[in-house]
């Protein structure tokens, strides 16, 4: 057996500076993400470290494919989910390949994401597509909807975070007015705060993704007028 880690013989990296999982086996339903970009919640590689901190808890662990720009060659990204399945992720957040997409080539993005859910799938595992809808117009939005719903993906998410911005209420309520109820949506960007959230809710999200997580949680709702 590899050992974990790297998925390929390859020994778990020591914790990098920002990777902090302290606290967060201690709130409800919460996933850490690691990101595949420094500067964010860490580095695709440090999967395996996560979970084994955050083993017997109920947060899950989650990280991304195709991060962020989506281009990669559909081997590479299936490769790539293959070890973060293998290091102990329970939910991938996969770029959508934007450039196939905007190209017309449906058929391709389409295969693309069926193969990762029935990946997931086999281990149990939950596909979340990243659309980018800032870079997509409704009619584009709709139909990389479609494509997310027919591969019988878990989840459409609007954002990587790293385009010109994040999720928008429009966004989030046009994604809920085409999708069926089996395909749940995921805001992700420029959600910092609990009245964002719960707006974003209202739209129809069925979660949120922000770095701003263990504040919204905290944060004290604003007193209502007596």
């Known amino acids: 057996a590899e050992p974990a880690g790297g998925g390929a013989g390859h020994p778990a990296p020591a914790a990098p500076r920002g990777l902090r999982c302290q606290g967060l086996p201690r709130m409800p339903a919460m996933r850490v993400l690691v ?35 989506g281009y990669a060659a559909a081997s590479a990204k299936f490769k790539e989910a293959e070890v973060a399945l293998y290091d102990g992720a ?3 957040d996969m770029v959508m390949n934007i450039s196939a997409f905007k190209s017309g080539n449906y058929a391709a993005v389409q295969a693309e994401i069926c193969d990762l859910t029935e990946l997931c799938h086999m281990q149990e595992a939950t596909l979340k ?47 809920r007015k085409v999708l069926p109820d089996t ?13 964002a959230a719960l707006a974003m809710v ?15 949680i905290t944060e004290e709702d604003e007193p209502t007028a007596a």
């Open 35 to 69: 990101s595949g970009s420094a500067g964010r919640v860490g580095r695709a590689i440090y999967v395996a470290l996560a979970a084994a901190r955050l083993a017997g808890s109920a947060v899950k662990v989650g990280t991304v494919i195709g991060f962020p720009l």
């Open 90 to 92: 329970d939910e991938l």
């Open 129 to 175: 597509v990243i659309i980018e809808t800032a870079l997509l117009n409704d009619e584009e939005i709709t139909k990389a909807a479609q494509l997310c719903a027919e591969a019988e993906a878990d989840f459409v998410k609007t954002s990587t975070g790293f385009s010109t911005r994040g999720a928008s209420f429009e966004d989030v309520r046009l994604l």
């Open 183 to 195: 395909v749940r949506i995921k805001a992700s960007g420029s959600i910092r705060s609990r009245a």
């Open 202 to 216: 209202e739209a129809g999200a069925d979660r949120i993704g922000s770095s701003n997580s263990l504040a919204l």
